[in-house]
């Protein structure tokens, strides 16, 4: 029998993927081969969190360290329902097929992510979702990742796919896979929290897991995700607080939302170049191909990560195109907008006709080099597919806990001007009553 892989990490210690029977058929040998696969390793060169390195000198970490993690999540997990075998019809089991194919899961679920990770589907006009090109790597029978699944099963490329996206005969695995608290949103938050330095994401993820519990409701075929009342249920709060005060402190600071205005205006220029027929030197010939609206293939989509369009931007910096210039400098050399808050009953356009005129008095065009960023998330989302199970009483997590009952009213709202820091002082004060 093979070796295991063993690999240190600064989340969850040493990880080991050790495999568990001899031949092919392993799925820790699966597993493993997929990791050396050139699109799973394509995620060493995207950053997670896109541009929040620019608040956070820390999060720098990638997503193929994130893919490592969640895969052995996932691993943790399907060990704790093994031990509550017992306890499930047996349809709802898992045997080693299904283990190889959640594995698989866990580790290709984010595949399809482009340069700075989120921050380009959310920057770049029309763009297709990662959770599309996700799936088009693992069909494609060109692909690595592909060719790598169907040598362990022919099956397996469209098992892995339809997993990822909640399509399971077993349940309470989908659920693990893409659910309110499934392996990838347990490791991002203690990775981002780890390498940020933010300590609010840091929940406990070895008492949750202990105490999750598999229940079958009365007359249901299937059996869904539970949580032991006596013993889990401030894990199961200590999840969810993390999630909101993360996205609080983090993925909607004000410095990495002022970057992804920053990087808005620059794609916005580029496609209108394009549009114009303007060839702008320096461009990766995928993303002007995007922009052209043509059908991207496989692979050239793959060859788009961090480094390359970090290249096109020291392209652009150096340029004749003063908005690309300007743009491009300011993220390279982090001159970023700065920002004033104000009420969320504002009009966007109101906003703009304060700020936009003092924009242009700076000879820069407001278009691009100003912005409104508005944001808003819940604390918690009812899931009914979640239950609490406290002796013989079965309750939703909404009457089980008053801390999530607390959570589900807690709304999060963010309404910005964006400007260059230049106009601080006098965007303030043109601000002043909005506020």
Do not use: N
């Not at 690999?7 to 568990?20: C, K, N, W, Y």
């Not at 790597?137 to 060109?142: I, T």
């Not at 889990?232 to 993360?246: D, H, I, K, P, S």
Request: proline residues 5%; negative net charge; charged residues 25%.
């Amino acid at each position: 029998m093979s070796a295991p892989v063993i690999l240190r990490d600064p989340v969850h210690g040493l990880i080991s993927f050790a495999p568990t029977t001899p031949g092919p058929g392993d799925p820790y040998r699966l597993l493993v081969r997929l990791m050396d696969t050139r699109e799973v390793q394509r995620l060493r060169r995207i950053r997670a969190l896109g541009l929040a390195s620019l608040a956070f000198p820390g999060g720098e970490h990638s997503r193929f360290a994130h893919a490592v993690g969640s895969a052995y999540v996932m691993s943790r997990y399907l060990e704790r329902v093994r031990s509550l075998a017992d306890e499930l019809p047996a349809h709802d089991r898992i045997d080693s097929d299904w283990e190889a194919i959640a594995l698989a899961a866990a580790l290709v679920h984010d595949l399809g992510h482009g340069p700075f990770s989120h921050t380009f589907e959310h920057v770049l006009p029309d763009a297709r979702m990662h959770e599309d090109w996700t799936s088009q790597m693992l069909l494609d029978p060109d692909t690595e990742v592909h060719r790598v699944l169907h040598e362990f099963d022919p099956q397996a490329p469209a098992a892995v796919e339809r997993l990822i996206h909640g399509a399971c005969p077993i349940r309470h695995l989908a659920r693990a896979v893409s659910g309110t608290f499934d392996v990838d949103r347990c490791d991002y938050l203690m990775r981002d929290s780890h390498m940020t330095g933010v300590r609010y994401g840091l929940l406990d993820l070895d008492w949750l897991l202990a105490s999750l519990r598999l229940y079958l409701p009365a007359g249901a075929s299937a059996a869904t995700l539970a949580v032991d009342g006596a013993k889990g249920l401030t894990a199961v709060e200590g999840f969810f607080l993390a999630r909101f005060y993360m996205y609080r402190q983090v993925y909607l600071h004000k410095a990495v939302r002022a970057a992804e205005v920053m990087l808005r205006g620059l794609f916005r220029r580029l496609h209108e170049l394009h549009d114009a027929g303007e060839s702008v030197p320096g461009t990766p010939d995928a993303l002007a191909a995007m922009f052209r609206g043509a059908q991207l293939s496989t692979e050239d989509y793959i060859s788009l990560d961090d480094a390359l369009l970090e290249t096109a931007m020291w392209h652009y910096a150096r340029g004749d195109d003063p908005v690309l210039r300007g743009l491009s400098q300011g993220l390279r050399e982090r001159k970023l907008f700065k920002s004033v808050r104000v009420r969320d009953e504002v009009s966007d356009e109101e906003v703009r006709a304060r700020i936009d005129p003092l924009v242009a008095e700076l000879g820069l065009d407001p278009r691009y080099f100003a912005g409104i960023d508005r944001t808003k998330t819940r604390a918690y989302v009812e899931d009914e597919a979640l239950v609490v199970l406290s002796g013989p009483r079965v309750q939703s997590l909404l009457e089980a806990s008053p801390v999530i009952h607390g959570l589900a009213s807690e709304v999060y709202t963010s309404h910005r001007a964006m400007f260059p820091t230049q106009l601080r002082h006098a965007a303030a004060d043109a601000l002043e009553d909005l506020r």
